[in-house]
Structure formats: structure tokens, C-alpha cells
């Protein structure tokens, strides 16, 4: 099937294992090889072959991932990056020029903030930020002329706010400015922002996409043509390309999302239940509740509601952190997407530097992403994480 069929006739799962790569006709090799090569032979002055011509530039390994990611985000092109913060700082070079405006969440992941905050504002582009569940906000932050993005994350971390990405790509076009949207806690499969009005999809693929806590990498897939072109030119001038191991890795990782991204709702969905009413809960937090200020907008735009899931325990930040201790199927760490359950305390670990400041995250917040191991064990687990934290020993 050729590359046009796979994005308009397959479904989700047959794209992720079949789009971006041919079996090798040489060998019939069924997977990518992983191409440790720096550069290719030429024949004759120019003659490239299959245009490659050194592995900055292009290396089938990573090509064969970047037709896998525009076909799952249903975009023109897909880019990847050594990280999702190297897919944000070219993206950010591709579009703005110093003096330009970028809006973002208020509530953005802390990488991303600080990218604008003390890295491209020494450049000369400014940046606002709004929250992304209030679309007059983020249409009161935008500067007509001078804002060239609006970046939006949608579910957010770690309060899973929820973005109306139509609403939201209607704003910013009539501004003249691009929607980017961070994907990275909603993966191609739960949410494909670019058939919404989206102009450019952001990944940190360390996430859900490669979903096996063992490489870091990012992606930038876009729809328009000149765009593309743009970040071609960037991605090759700046360098920031992730290694073919990398590719491979983050590739074999995409092939299984469809199936890992079900299991992790169905968990979150067992864990919401049991927090759901548990006498030291508070509060729990998960766009698939009704009385989540931003389920109505996730039903209409995500197929299911993830596998982050944060929740409030009565007992203040020392109760938090004695659950984040006590755990021990869920492991106490950062990141999140893999197929083995984290769980953490935002605001003395992933958020800590915003404490003091308006982004500041409760002290009895706890964050889990919800891994792929039995659902009863995860349950129990958290059971006696918050039992023992009740008792006080
Ligand atoms: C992790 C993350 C990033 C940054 O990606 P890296 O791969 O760590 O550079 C960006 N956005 C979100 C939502 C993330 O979770």
C-alpha cells in the first residue's frame, strides 16, 4: 500500500505498524534496520541515492519514524527531534523572528516555560501566558501583528485542564497566528489536533509514543507544505536530529500505542473509580469525570481520557509524600507514558521550581501515570499506600 493509502483507507493501529517504510527490498527485512551510518555513498558527483546524502539531513531509520508520525497525526509531515525540547526550540526559530509574541499555558509544562522564559526571550520573543480552558483568555493574551504562536497543552499537567483545540485554532487564525498543540499527554491516539484546526502537533515521543522509559526524543508533525519546508530547512540547519538507534527505539514503541494507550485508560479508569470515594482522597482529578471542569470538551475531542490521574489527600503534603513513599508497584519518579505506573508529588518534584509563583500546585497533590501491569495489583497497591499513610507508620 503505498504511502497515501496507508493515511486515508487504515485505521490507527494498521498505520502504526505498517505506514513510513516498505519492506526493504534488498533483504525483505520486515522492520526498519537501524542505518549506523554518518553518510552514503554517492553515484557520481551528486547521485544520491533515495536523496540521502549524510545522516543530519535525513538516515532511513528516523525517515521510516517520521512517516509513522505524520500518518498517526494525520499531517503532511512528521519531524523528529533528539527531544521534545528540541522539537519546541525548532519549531520556536522556525515560525518567530525577535520581536514576534507567542502565547502559552499558564499552567505549561515546566520545560517549555522555562525554553521561554530565559532561553528565546533573550532572543527577543516575547511570551504571555493564559489559561487553556478559558479561550477568552487565550484571546485576550494574543497581540494582533505580533503573536505568531499560540501554544496550547491539552490535557495539562499536572491539573489535566482540557483545551477546546477548535475553538482555540479558530482564535488564533483570525489573529493570523499558528495553533501549536503539545500532544504529549493524549498520544495520536486518544486526540489528533491537526483535524481540529491545529496547525502543528508537538511530542515529547519520550512519553506515550515511545512508552518504554528507555530513549528520549520529541516530534513536530505539520499540514502545510511551506511550513514543512521551514522546518526541514531548521531541523537540518540547528542539528538537534535524534540518533538511529533512538529512531528505532522510538519506533518500535509507536507500533504497540493503540493497544498500551487502551490498557492505560482502563486502568486510569479502575484507579479513578477506587480513589473515587476512598476516605483520605479529597479529590480526584481526571478529565473522564463528569465533574471535571473540561469533560464536556475532552468527550467531544479525545476517543478516551488517558492514564495520568492526579488526586488531593486530606491529610496535606505530608500524607502526599508518604503515599509517594510508600507506593511500590507504582515507582516514586518523573516522566510518565511508559508501560510502568509512576507516581510523584508535583509539587516538591516536577514542579518545584514554580513554587512561590501563580503556577504554584497544591502541597496534597499527587500525580500517577497509570502504567500496563494488572489493574488489581495497581489498586492494591495504592490501597496500602493509603492505609499505612492513615496510620501513620
Ligand atoms: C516531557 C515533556 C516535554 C519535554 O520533552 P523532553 O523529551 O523531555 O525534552 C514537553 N511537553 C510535555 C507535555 C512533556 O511532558
Known amino acids: 500500500m503505498s504511502e497515501q493509502q496507508h493515511r486515508q483507507k487504515s485505521g490507527f493501529e494498521t498505520r502504526a ?99 521561554f522564559d530565559k532561553v528565546e526571550k533573550v532572543w527577543g520573543l516575547e511570551h504571555s501566558p493564559a489559561a487553556v480552558s478559558d479561550v477568552d483568555a487565550v484571546r485576550a493574551a494574543i497581540r494582533p501583528g505580533q503573536t505568531k504562536l499560540v501554544w496550547v497543552e491539552t490535557p495539562t499537567n499536572p491539573l489535566l485542564n482540557i483545551g477546546d ?87 518500535r514503541g509507536l507500533k504497540t500505542l493503540g493497544v498500551r494507550m487502551d490498557r492505560h485508560c482502563d486502568n486510569a479508569e479502575r484507579v479513578v473509580e477506587f480513589l473515587t470515594g476512598h476516605p483520605s482522597v479529597h479529590q480526584v482529578i481526571y478529565p473522564g469525570l463528569e465533574e471535571h471542569p473540561g469533560h464536556r470538551v475532552a468527550a467531544k475531542q ?13 491529610g496535606g503534603e505530608a500524607q502526599a509524600l508518604a ?33 512561590g509563583t501563580d503556577l504554584e500546585v497544591p502541597a496534597d497533590l499527587i500525580r500517577l501515570s497509570v502504567g500496563i501491569e494488572t489493574a488489581d495489583d495497581l489498586v492494591a497497591d495504592l490501597d496500602r499506600a493509603l492505609a499505612g499513610a492513615l496510620a501513620g507508620d
Open 17 to 115: 505498524i505498517h505506514a513510513g517504510y516498505e519492506p526493504d527490498p534488498t533483504t525483505g527485512a520486515v522492520i526498519p534496520p537501524i542505518y549506523a551510518t554518518s553518510t552514503y555513498k554517492q553515484d557520481g558527483v551528486g547521485g544520491l541515492r533515495g536523496g540521502y546524502e549524510y545522516s543530519r539531513s535525513a538516515n532511513p531509520t528516523r525517515t521510516a519514524l517520521e512517516g509513522a508520525l505524520a500518518a498517526l497525526e494525520e499531517g503532511e509531515r512528521g519531524f523528529a527531534f533528539a527531544s521534545g525540547l528540541a522539537a519546541e526550540d525548532t519549531l520556536i526559530r522556525s515560525v518567530c523572528r525577535p520581536g514576534d509574541h507567542a502565547v502559552i499555558p499558564d499552567d505549561a509544562y515546566g520545560g517549555t516555560f522555562r525554553l
Open 323 to 355: 503515599v509517594c513513599e510508600r507506593a511500590e508497584v507504582f515507582t516514586l519518579g518523573e516522566s510518565l507514558g511508559g508501560v510502568e505506573s509512576l507516581i510523584e508529588h508535583p509539587g516538591r518534584m516536577t514542579h518545584a521550581s514554580v513554587a
Open 165 to 251: 483545540i477548535e475553538a482555540l485554532a479558530a482564535v488564533a487564525h483570525d489573529a493570523g497566528a499558528l495553533l501549536v498543540v503539545d500532544n504529549t499527554f493524549a498520544s495520536p491516539y486518544l486526540q489528533q489536533p491537526l483535524t481540529l484546526g491545529a496547525d502543528v502537533v508537538l511530542h515529547s515521543t519520550t512519553k506515550y509514543c515511545g512508552g518504554h522509559s528507555d530513549v528520549v526524543g520529541g516530534a513536530l508533525v505539520v499540514r502545510d507544505l511551506d511550513l514543512a519546508e521551514q522546518v526541514t530547512f531548521h531541523q537540518n540547519s540547528m542539528g538537534a536530529v535524534p540518533g538511529p538507534f533512538d529512531a528505532f527505539l522510538t519506533h
Open 302 to 314: 479525545m476517543k478516551r481520557f488517558g492514564g495520568m490521574v492526579s488526586f488531593r489527600v486530606t
